[in-house]
């Protein structure tokens, strides 16, 4: 019998954990990063997140608590053509990327990394395209004083008030919340080699399904 290996969220975003529980997914631990998640110079949105995710990851897999465990770990960013649109953090960034998004399609990018117990790494990452309507004063005037946008990547929540702002979404809605599940159970899950020669390559249950963690390929 197969002994469950535990597993920890790096990350203490309460939508990522929210979104996990909804697919059966109950963390052992959560961990929070201690990374720099400011924007290298000219790096891409893409690159952004990976390097971020990874770096997440690596943060809490150090960590003596960490041993043994599996970590999962996840960063989303809001872009606007080549421009990163990170969390916004008061409410003059969170008008910024409003106006800034405001009649046009931008992108979400998220990055998940999965860290195995025996040192393996998997990282993939997911793109869904999002249509805004043309907002008036009055639409941002009050998304601002509600106080939703604090903490969001591009100065919005998708799962809440802002909802009534999307025309069109292209692509996981999940990942714009900050968790692309469908991604992150391709990841996430065991195989095995045959049934005559089970060589696991990971062991985390989650829920009904595993941790994969040999690697697979990006989203296009």
Known sequence: MLERAPLILASSSPRRLAL?????????RIATPQVDETPLARELPRAH?????EAKASDVVRRPDAAGAFVLAADTVVACGRRILGKADDEAMAERCLRLLSGR???????????????????????TIVRLKRLQERDIASYL??????????????????????LSING????????PLAGSST????????????????SVTFGSSRLFT???????
């Open 20 to 28: 996990l529980r909804q697919v059966g997914v109950i963390p052992d």
């Open 49 to 53: 997140v990976l390097r971020l995710a």
């Open 105 to 127: 399609r931008h992108r979400v990018y998220t990055a998940v990394a999965v860290a195995a117990p025996d040192g393996r790494r998997a990282v993939r990452v997911a793109q």
């Open 145 to 166: 004083a509600s106080g939703e946008w604090r903490g969001k990547a591009g100065g919005y929540a998708i799962q809440g008030r802002a909802e009534a702002f999307v």
């Open 172 to 179: 996981s809605y999940s990942n714009v919340v900050g968790l």
């Open 187 to 202: 990841c996430c899950r065991s195989r095995w080699r045959n049934d005559r020669e089970p060589e696991l390559i990971s």
């Open 214 to 220: 040999r690697g697979c390929p990006d989203d296009h």
